[in-house]
């Protein structure tokens, strides 16, 4: 079992910059990935980004290239997102999740992020 725990949500101009975290209670495993998810009122839950257990491999949607960033320190058991040049329509609840390539995911309860125009 793995609790995950977001932080570093609020409310900013767009344009502006927030970065976000994610605290694992325990140590994850070379076999697991950690990711960002997010959902929009009204939207479904989407893809956002991801890295590898060692960080050299990342992926991001297309949405957000260029503009955020995901990195992790297992030291810390820690996941970040930073996110910069953020824009209205990045307006969401941001989810935190464990993906191992065996047992179940394992998500967080999230954290809002409001960008006003």
Sequence with gaps: QVQLVESGGGSVQAGGSLRLSCA??????SNCDMDWYRQAPGKERE????????????????SVKGRFTISRDNAKNTVYLQM?????????KFYCNVHCTSGPDYWGQGTQVTVSS
């Excluded at 694992?24 to 495993?29: C, E």
């Excluded at 910069?84 to 969401?92: G, H, V």
């Design 24 to 29: 694992a209670s325990r140590r994850t495993f």
């Design 47 to 62: 893809f956002v980004a991801a890295t590898s257990w060692s960080g050299s491999s990342t992926g991001y949607a297309d």
């Design 84 to 92: 910069n040049s953020l824009k209205p329509e990045d307006t969401a």
